[in-house]
């Protein structure tokens, strides 16, 4: 159980409780060590790490890069199967229950998605647990315990703690599967603090998804962006930049890895145009390449200058 002492929302503040940043730092060259800080100030630089205080630096664009390249974090697998495994491993112990209980409720089929729900589930992800905490410094135990109740990390974390006072058949196996959830988590806590923006894992799940994540950025003059990159079984990659401006012009680049998946998607892109006008949104630009063509939103591309085509959008394929 999480608890509102000064002492606990400390600990879970601290760079030692983020697996990915411990073992990035541990894999690095002496060459990335030394450039990311004089040793003496590595300590207090990687205690802030989750403050939002904390301004861009060169230590962030190197760490950036390590977290990014290093091999351990390159397949994390599809957390909400992974969270599934996890629950049917709970099943088969009925004192553990509860827990179950307040972790199905993370577990969302692609088919139920709408805005609230996707709202819901970001909110939720885990990703933002150590700032929710730290803005409940004055709350009270309920308060704190009512807002912990619906984060998922918060629950993995409480159900780690619940089995190191149990001996059960499958600790072992309910110890592995929650500390590979809670080190996806890690992982886009800190990529998500290092790129300034909100990344986190994929919060749906459907039979061709093998993996995924999502990162949101907002950058000046109200212009936001949202990246999805997506391992499907059957497709191989597929990415997906988008960028809003002026509220409902939308700019898309799709990037794909398999030549199926981008004929496929060229045969919707009419009806893509419908869908998104019925919901407001102005389709400006849309770009369907090969992975090996990516490119990242342009500022030009983003202009009100963008010139429509016979869809009434330019579509590059």
């Given at each position: 159980m999480?608890?509102?002492?000064?002492?606990?929302?400390?600990?879970?503040?601290?760079?030692?409780?983020?697996?990915?940043?411990?073992?990035i730092i541990k894999q690095a060259s002496p060459e990335q060590l030394s450039n990311l800080q004089e040793k003496s100030n590595l300590k207090s630089f990687l205690g802030s790490l989750f403050h939002d205080t904390l301004t861009n630096t060169q230590s962030d664009s190197i760490l950036l890069d390590m977290l990014k390249n290093n091999p351990s974090f390159k397949n994390m697998g599809n957390f909400t199967d992974n969270l599934k495994t996890l629950l049917t491993l709970l099943k088969e112990e009925p004192s553990l229950s509860p827990r179950l209980v307040k972790l199905e409720i993370f577990v969302e089929s692609i088919q139920t998605i709408n805005a609230p729900i996707l709202k819901e589930k970001i909110v939720h992800s885990g990703v933002f647990m150590e700032s929710k905490i730290a803005s409940l410094a004055d709350a009270s135990l309920q308060e704190v315990e009512q807002s912990m109740g619906r984060d998922v990390k918060s629950?993995?974390?409480?159900?780690?703690?619940?089995l190191e006072q149990l001996d059960l058949p499958n600790n072992e196996a309910l110890q592995s599967h929650i500390d590979q959830l809670t080190t996806n988590i890690d992982y886009h806590q800190l990529l998500s603090h290092l790129s300034s923006s909100n990344s986190l894992h994929f919060p749906f799940s459907w039979d061709q998804l093998q993996e995924g994540s999502v990162t949101f950025k907002k950058e000046k003059g109200k212009k936001f962006y949202c990246e999805i990159n997506l391992m499907l079984k059957e497709y191989g990659e597929i990415d997906l930049i988008m960028g809003l401006y002026e509220e409902n012009q939308l700019e898309i680049q799709i990037h794909t890895e398999k030549t199926s998946l981008k004929a496929l998607i060229q045969s919707h892109l009419e009806?893509?145009?419908?869908?998104?006008?019925?919901?407001?949104?102005?389709?400006?630009?849309?770009?369907?390449?090969?992975?090996k063509d990516r490119l990242t939103p342009s500022t030009a591309a983003y202009s009100p200058e963008a010139t429509d085509n016979h869809f009434g959008f330019e579509a590059l394929v």
């Open positions: 999480i608890t509102s002492t000064t002492h606990s929302k400390l600990s879970l503040l601290l760079p030692s409780q983020n697996k990915v940043l411990t073992e629950n993995l974390l409480a159900l780690k703690s619940d009806l893509l145009r419908t869908l998104l006008i019925e919901a407001g949104i102005t389709l400006r630009i849309i770009r369907v390449h090969d992975t």
